[in-house]
C-alpha cells in the first residue's frame, strides 16, 4: 500500500517562509505526476503547484513567484518552498501523487493523497 506522509506545516507570520515536505513509501514502481494542492473550509481544494517526473513544473497564478515546488525521484520525496506568505495562503496542504504500484494482475496505477497539513499565516 502507497502512502504519502506531509511534515512541515505550521503558524507564520505574514511575510515569513515555511518549507513543507512529503515522503512516499510502499511498494511503488514509479510515481509520475506530483504535487500540491490546498484546501481551505467550505472551499474546494485548489491545485497550488505541480510537478512531472521529468521536471516541468506548473503553479497557481496566486502563488507564482512565492513558491517553489521541488522533487527528488531517487528518495520519492516532494517539497514546497513557500516564501512571502500572505494570510490568505492559510489553508490545509496535500501532497498528491500519480504512482504505478505493483496489483494483483500486473501494474496498476493509483492516485495517492497524503493526509494534509495546516499552515496557518497570521497578519
Known amino acids: 500500500q502507497v502512502q504519502l506522509v506531509e511534515s512541515g506545516g505550521g503558524v507564520v507570520q505574514a511575510g515569513g517562509s515555511l518549507r513543507l515536505s512529503c515522503a512516499a513509501s510502499?511498494?511503488?514502481?514509479?510515481?509520475?505526476?506530483m504535487g500540491w494542492h490546498r484546501q481551505t473550509p467550505g472551499n474546494q481544494r485548489e491545485l497550488v503547484a505541480g510537478?512531472?517526473?521529468?521536471?516541468?513544473?506548473n503553479y497557481a497564478d496566486s502563488v507564482k513567484g512565492r513558491f517553489t515546488i521541488s522533487r527528488d525521484n531517487a528518495k520519492n520525496t516532494l517539497d514546497l518552498q513557500m516564501t512571502s506568505l500572505k494570510p490568505e495562503d492559510t489553508a490545509a496542504y496535500y501532497c498528491?501523487?500519480?504512482?504505478?504500484?505493483?496489483?494483483?494482475?500486473?501494474?496498476?496505477?493509483?492516485?495517492?493523497w497524503g493526509q494534509g497539513t495546516q499552515v496557518t499565516v497570521s497578519s
Open positions: 498528491y501523487g500519480d504512482a504505478i504500484v505493483p496489483g494483483t494482475f500486473g501494474p496498476e496505477y493509483v492516485e495517492v
Open positions: 510537478v512531472t517526473a521529468g521536471g516541468a513544473t
Open positions: 510502499g511498494s511503488i514502481f514509479s510515481l509520475n505526476d
